[in-house]
């Protein structure tokens, strides 16, 4: 089992709709965790990260987090053509006081005009 | 946007050969990483420096050595490379050990 898989899509919403993107991780431990947003030819940028149970908002952007369940999203409301590109969810294991970031493969939105 | 370069952007090379990327920065992060991003397995850690001379291994760290002398530059180093190690190779940093990583722009690796 990896440690952090999400679903590789491609995932294709109309502009304007809800894109829900999905994670989910192995390691009860993992501490935090991240979501990069990938542009084909890019490096990967940061746009969300959340540590504690619940929801956290910006903007358009909402990230969900339940360890019970061993479970992160992103939501993106009113998506637009521009956030077209790989969502990288990614889990922070935080092994002998160290960064040891474990990314999924991916998942890669499309949104059509 | 970080200070981070790597050098060199695009790199082909004969198997065999030895390869060393370059990692910069301007930031004076404590910690920084070098990754591996190939179709279907996303980004892999292959080794991480949490200090000068201080380095550790990642997930896929076989066939790869890393050296830290100076907090800008950490360097990695293929001995002998081998066609498997064909791949883009992202350099990151970060302020602390449990925030977030900041990326450069990525060495692309070819090995015939």
């Known amino acids: 089992q990896k440690e952090v898989e999400q679903n590789s899509g491609p995932l294709s919403v109309p502009e304007g709709a809800i894109a829900s993107l999905n994670c989910t991780y192995s390691d009860r431990g993992s501490q935090s965790f991240f979501w990069y947003r990938q542009y084909s030819g890019k490096s990967p940028e940061l746009i969300m990260f959340i540590y504690s149970n619940g929801d956290k908002e910006d903007g358009r952007f909402t990230a969900q987090l339940n360890k019970a369940s061993q479970y992160v999203s992103l939501l993106i409301r009113d998506s637009q053509p521009s956030d077209s590109a790989t969502y990288l969810c990614?889990?922070?294991?935080?092994?002998?006081?160290?960064?040891?970031?474990?990314f999924g493969a991916g998942t890669r939105l499309t949104v059509k005009p | 946007d970080a200070g981070i370069t790597q050098s060199p952007r695009h790199k082909v090379t004969e198997t065999g050969t030895p390869v060393t990327l370059r990692c910069h920065q301007t930031?004076?992060?404590?910690?920084m990483y070098w990754y591996r991003q190939d179709p279907g397995h996303g980004l892999r850690l292959i080794h991480y420096?949490?200090?000068?001379?201080?380095?550790d291994k990642g997930e896929v760290s076989d066939g790869y050595s890393v050296s830290r002398s100076k907090t800008e530059d950490f360097l990695l180093t293929l001995e002998s490379a081998t066609s498997s190690q064909t791949s883009v190779y992202f350099c990151?940093?970060?302020?602390?050990?449990?925030?977030?990583?900041?990326f450069g722009e990525g060495s692309r690796l070819t090995v015939l």
């Open positions: 990614a889990v922070n294991l935080l092994r002998a006081n160290n960064n040891d970031m474990r």
């Open positions: 930031e004076n992060h404590r910690y």
């Open positions: 990151a940093i970060s302020g602390t050990n449990t925030g977030e990583l900041f």
């Open positions: 420096s949490y200090g000068v001379k201080d380095t």
